[in-house]
């Protein structure tokens, strides 16, 4: 079975440009996570759905970060526009039935410029 | 709010040699603790868990055991192997932060041949 696909591995773009991260989660899981992780601050949650819908969006840093999930077989993490500071690796998980046991994807490395 | 503490690395050990890494925690009530490993260019995946007091995660030779008197979860194996470097990340859930996880700030280690 597929694990999460994230694309694009990785991202290199200018400060104030649009970045846009995606997302298909394992099929048939009922929850979605979004997470940043960086030196400085670790892995941080950053958003959640379950069943397509935002549960908790309190770790969004800013609302130059958004996120959707159109279906259940895909969702996008914006920022625009993008900052230096938001040059980290973003890694989007799945899981079936809670929040525990989660499967990540293998992560985008974006650098902004 | 509940948080993660592990100890920092880089943990550099030859083949066959013995490991611990150590994990202590802070929460609400009684949580439910997690390892995951994060290998080079991957995601995190969850390598075991413990539900309750006394309870002992164990998966690929690793074990830990909740430790709820000393609030602890410490990750040990016998005899590692090359394959066995990677970042290691404890985490906890509890049901008083709606059952997120919340990760400590991971551990590397490096096995030499």
């Known amino acids: 079975d597929a694990g999460v696909i994230q694309s694009p591995r990785h991202e290199v773009t200018e400060m104030g440009q649009e970045v846009t991260l995606r997302c298909k989660p394992i099929?048939?899981?009922?929850?979605l996570f979004w997470y940043r992780q960086t030196m400085m601050r670790g892995l941080e949650l950053l958003i959640y759905f379950n069943n397509n819908v935002p549960i908790d969006d309190s770790g969004m840093p800013e609302d130059r970060f958004s996120a959707k999930m159109p279906n259940a077989s895909f969702s996008t993490l914006k920022i625009q526009p993008s900052e230096p500071r938001d040059s980290a690796v973003y890694f989007c998980?799945?899981?079936?039935?809670?929040?525990?046991?989660?499967?990540f994807g293998p992560g985008t490395r974006l650098l902004v410029l | 709010g509940d948080s993660v503490t592990q100890m920092e690395g880089p943990v550099t050990l030859s083949e066959e040699a013995f490991l611990t890494i150590n994990c202590t925690y802070t929460a609400t009530g009684y949580p439910s603790l997690f390892w995951y490993v994060q290998y080079p260019g991957e995601g995190l995946q969850l390598l075991l868990k413990a539900t309750k007091a006394d309870d002992k995660g164990s998966n690929k030779g690793f074990e830990a055991t909740y430790r709820k008197e000393t609030t602890s979860f410490h990750l040990e194996k016998g005899s590692v192997q090359v394959s066995d470097s990677a970042v290691y990340f404890c985490?906890?859930?509890?049901?008083?932060?709606?059952?997120?996880?919340?990760f400590g700030g991971g551990t590397r280690v490096l096995v030499k041949p």
């Open positions: 099929s048939g899981h009922d929850y």
């Open positions: 998980a799945s899981s079936l039935g809670g929040l525990e046991t989660q499967y």
């Open positions: 985490a906890l859930s509890s049901k008083a932060a709606g059952n997120k996880l919340t």
